[in-house]
């Protein structure tokens, strides 16, 4: 008889699960796509860590949020992940390595950058609380669902407005729009 770890454990390292908030608490939040993108980054955004977003997907927002000003991107491949931490982490001392612990690159020092991950984390912030909200969400819903509607009607070339305003009497636009008598 084969005994899986889902039968023998709720969670495969058998720990219990742990509360999905602890991780905003950290500088650095590593946010990777699964089979689709991921529903996380938006909350990611709005917490004040750092978000490293690794990802082959567009989202609606895409556009919109620009590398190393709102988050810090990292290639699918992971291959800048030391070089990118030790950026912002800093490595070594400057007045050397005389502690022994690392021989071979006792002299190198690369001084840390945390002012810099700050800043990109609070832009981040600041852009999410001002863009992402529920309301910017529906509305582009809404634009794209009007532009579906546009594409597949049949009558999709006489969609809009025909004129060109002058048909427009001025004075029935103005109460229309409470401007003037």
Avoid: C
Avoid at 86 to 93: A, C, I, L, M, Q
Avoid at 132 to 156: N, Q
């Amino acid at each position: 008889m084969l005994i899986t770890t889902s039968s023998t454990h709720p969670r495969p390292t058998g720990l219990p699960p742990k509360d999905t908030n602890y991780a905003y608490d950290d500088k650095f939040i590593l946010d990777v796509d699964g089979d689709g993108i991921s529903a996380r980054f938006r909350a990611l955004l709005q917490s004040r860590s750092l978000p490293i977003k690794s990802t082959l997907f567009k989202e609606w927002h895409t556009s919109r949020l620009f590398a190393w000003v709102h988050f810090v991107p990292l290639g699918i491949e992971y291959r800048e992940i030391y070089s990118m931490l030790t950026y912002f982490v800093g490595y070594g001392n400057a007045e050397g390595n005389d502690r022994g612990e690392d021989w071979v690159n006792m002299n190198l020092y690369v001084q840390k950058h945390e002012f810099e991950g700050r800043l990109i984390a609070k832009r981040g912030s600041e852009w999410a609380a001002k863009v992402l909200r529920k309301e910017d969400m529906e509305v582009y819903m809404y634009r794209l669902l009007l532009e579906y509607g546009r594409i597949i009607d049949d009558d999709r070339d006489n969609i809009g407005y025909p004129g060109d305003g002058s048909e427009v009497d001025e004075g029935k636009w103005a109460k229309l729009v409470g401007v003037g008598s």
